[in-house]
């Protein structure tokens, strides 16, 4: 009798390895946290600080991969490995213009916040297009790693909301370099009058006042993702939120409203879509 001979993929089965959320955050943030610390520490530059928060970005991605390919040996199947329809497209630049465009405005309406003198449409249009570009590919880096790959492994373990607050805290606590950045700068003289002069206070309150809104901006996210099905859509989101934001500060400049509505409208965005979306459904189609 001639038994079958097992073929590759057959000997590539045998050795898949259960997924271990620990191993895979071990591997993920020694290989992304060093140059977002890097970032948090020299990244006043604004080409240093690009190069180094956008390294921190992709080696997710590496991080990823190395887990999946040859650690877990899980592959990445089933992660968003379609362009998508033009309406995604369409809705998350709104979803970014609503979010970061909509505060700016008021704020100019009203008199909060006017506009430099330097001022120019063309030119905030190619700073937009300029950075946007740039940002797609580490973009792409957060999405495959923390939507497309990590989001799906914690569902099956755990209910679909359970996950989604699980990877949403991952993704918080992963920027906490960047938020103690933001902290210790607030407390030079741009935060409160009480936080100044005491870093380590201005520190805890940012990462405790940002906890919930990142949370709920991470469910945003995932949404964008699973809805789509498209890890392309994601990615341009990721990059529009960023580069929108960027590009507005940049060409008019912030007012005290922006980060407040930016806060409350991913909140109540993510916290409502947490509640009411059908997230069974819609991770089993990833």
Aim: charged share 10%; net charge positive; no cysteine.
């Amino acid at each position: 009798m001639i038994l079958p001979q097992p073929t590759p993929a057959d000997a590539f089965a045998r050795v898949q390895r259960p997924f271990s959320l620990r191993t895979y955050l071990w591997i993920v943030f020694a290989l992304s946290w060093p140059p977002q610390i890097a970032y948090a520490l020299w990244g006043n530059d604004p080409i240093r600080g690009y190069l180094l928060s956008s390294l921190s970005m992709v080696m997710v991605t590496v991080g990823t991969f190395i887990a999946g390919r040859w650690v877990f040996r899980d592959g990445f199947q089933n992660m968003g490995w379609r362009w998508g329809k033009p309406r995604h497209y369409l809705a998350v630049f709104a979803l970014a213009l609503f979010i970061f465009g909509t505060p700016v405005l008021i704020e100019n309406l009203l008199g909060l916040h006017s506009l430099p003198e330097t001022f120019s449409v063309g030119a905030l249009l190619g700073s937009f297009l300029t950075s946007f570009v740039l940002t797609l590919i580490p973009g792409f880096g957060e999405e495959f790693g923390w939507r497309a790959y990590l989001l799906p492994r914690l569902a099956q373990r755990h209910s679909p909301r359970k996950a989604l607050l699980i990877h949403a805290f991952i993704w918080w606590a992963w920027h906490i370099p960047a938020l103690v950045k933001i902290g210790w700068q607030a407390q030079g003289g741009q935060g409160s009058p009480w936080l100044q002069g005491s870093p380590w206070l201005s520190v805890a309150v940012t990462l405790l006042v940002s906890l919930l809104p990142a949370m709920m901006n991470a469910v945003l996210f995932a949404y964008v993702w699973a809805a789509s099905g498209s890890l392309a859509v994601a990615s341009v989101y990721h990059s529009a939120y960023d580069e929108v934001r960027d590009a507005l500060d940049r060409g008019i400049g912030f007012g005290p409203l922006v980060s407040l509505w930016e806060m409350a409208a991913t909140l109540l965005f993510g916290a409502a879509l947490l509640w009411k979306a059908d997230w069974p459904r819609l991770l089993r189609r990833n």
